[in-house]
């Protein structure tokens, strides 16, 4: 009978139970002759919790068909799992890094003016030689500590 199958990668992970599959044979039909007209030599394998259906009628055995039909449907479903953890993957990534737009700066120098501005607790300081050389930072440490 059938055997778990596990596609394992460092963050993917594939299982086919039996319980999860559902195993049509049927006549292949077409080219073939009288025995593709008399023998269930087609497999069709639908995979029950994602609606996933493989159907395969290439070969004249119907357990070379279903290995085949196995096969292709743990690729199919590792495909899915692999583009959903990347997606989960990139998401993360995206709120940890964030989009590096304007909008999320946290501090801005503007020299021609000769301010500081930090965005986070919205305090401008108007000496930014100042700051540059350290002094005066306690403003914008005691600012982000409360």
């Known amino acids: 009978m059938f055997t778990p199958v596990?596609?394992?990668?460092?963050?993917?992970?594939?299982?086919?139970?039996?319980?999860?599959?559902?195993?049509?044979?049927?006549?292949s039909g077409g080219l073939?002759?009288?025995?593709?007209n008399t023998t269930n030599?087609?497999?069709?394998?639908?995979?029950i919790p994602s609606g996933m259906t493989?159907?395969?009628?290439?070969?004249?055995?119907q357990h070379m068909n279903k290995a085949?039909?196995?096969?292709?449907?743990c690729a199919k479903l590792y495909e899915i799992?692999?583009?959903r953890f990347q997606k989960d993957r990139s998401k993360l990534r995206m709120e940890q890094i964030?989009?590096?737009?304007?909008s999320e700066r946290i501090q801005t120098y503007n020299f021609p003016q000769g301010r500081v501005t930090d965005h986070r607790v919205g305090i401008t300081y108007h000496?930014?030689?100042?700051?540059?050389?350290?002094?005066?930072?306690?403003?914008?440490?005691?600012a982000l500590l409360l």
């Open 98 to 102: 964030g989009s590096g737009d304007r």
């Open 81 to 83: 799992e692999r583009s």
């Open 54 to 61: 493989v159907s395969i009628h290439d070969e004249r055995s």
């Open 6 to 27: 596990r596609i394992h990668t460092s963050a993917v992970d594939v299982q086919l139970r039996n319980e999860d599959l559902r195993i049509d044979t049927y006549r």
């Open 127 to 142: 000496s930014v030689n100042d700051v540059m050389q350290g002094e005066n930072l306690d403003v914008f440490i005691d």
């Open 32 to 36: 073939g002759g009288q025995h593709a």
């Open 68 to 73: 085949k039909a196995l096969k292709g449907l």
């Open 41 to 47: 030599s087609a497999v069709r394998i639908t995979h």
